[in-house]
């Protein structure tokens, strides 16, 4: 069984991959985490670096699972999270939701909100 979880450094990803790693211990499962970027940035704090990597990796030692980490670059996360998932025939997506108002949700769209309704395996919500 493989686990991907949709990461980015913050609360939402933090929650989501507690979840993840929870459920790959309970299941014997491996995680892959996926923090993707679309690349259009100069800076783009959704996109783990450094200090921020090797924490995310410390994290996943401890927790005792085998795990893969992947940085992928294309034009929507969404998409690169279920490719990912469909690459590696996932049976869950943890995804971490953050609070956002009504008028941000119709203005902005939701990477969340498109691996909901696209994917072909559950989806695990978490809130932050």
Known sequence: MTIVVGYVPGPPGEAAL??????????????????GTRGDAFVDRRFSQGADMDALR????????EYDVR???GPDVAELILEAAEEVEAEL????????????K???????Q?????ARCPVL???A
């Open 18 to 35: 507690k979840h993840g790693i929870a459920e790959a211990i309970r299941t014997s499962a491996r995680v892959v985490v996926v923090n």
């Open 71 to 73: 940085q992928p670059m």
């Open 93 to 104: 997506i943890v995804m971490g939701l953050r609070r956002r108002t009504p008028v941000g």
């Open 125 to 127: 919500a978490v809130k």
């Open 106 to 112: 119709l203005i902005l769209g939701s990477t969340a």
């Open 114 to 118: 498109q691996v909901l309704l696209d």
């Open 58 to 65: 410390a994290q996943l030692d401890r927790a005792g699972v």
